[in-house]
Nanobody
């Protein structure tokens, strides 16, 4: 069993930055495909960014150039650096790790972008 823990959310002004972390307790983050999803208020959950074990990355179009997903294997975490944040980035952000037929979700961390 793998426990996924997100952290780093909070309140930030438009144009600001936050860095989210995703820890995979009980396993090595490097073996997983890591996905960051977000769920804005009263909307569906959507994929935001992905990093595969070989380091390939994917971003949904409206975060491309603003968000960066990476992996810190020494700390056994995956990171989502979010810059130039907009009010529409307000959401609960979830981390999902996948390896083969196994996938584990975290409980989410709240990000609010507001002045």
């Amino acid at each position: 069993q793998v426990q996924v823990l997100e952290s780093g959310g909070g309140l930030v002004q438009p144009g600001g930055s936050l860095r989210l972390s995703c820890a995979a307790l009980g396993s090595r983050i490097s073996v997983f495909t890591v996905d960051w999803y977000r769920q804005p208020p009263e909307k569906s959950r959507e994929l935001v960014a992905q990093i595969t074990p070989d380091g390939s990355t994917y971003y949904v179009e409206d975060v491309r150039g603003r968000f960066t997903i990476s992996r810190d294997s020494a700390a056994n975490t995956a990171l989502l650096q979010m810059n130039s944040l907009k009010p529409e980035d307000t959401a609960v952000y979830f981390c999902k790790v996948t390896h083969g037929n196994y996938q584990f979700w975290g409980q989410g961390t709240h990000v609010t972008v507001s002045s």
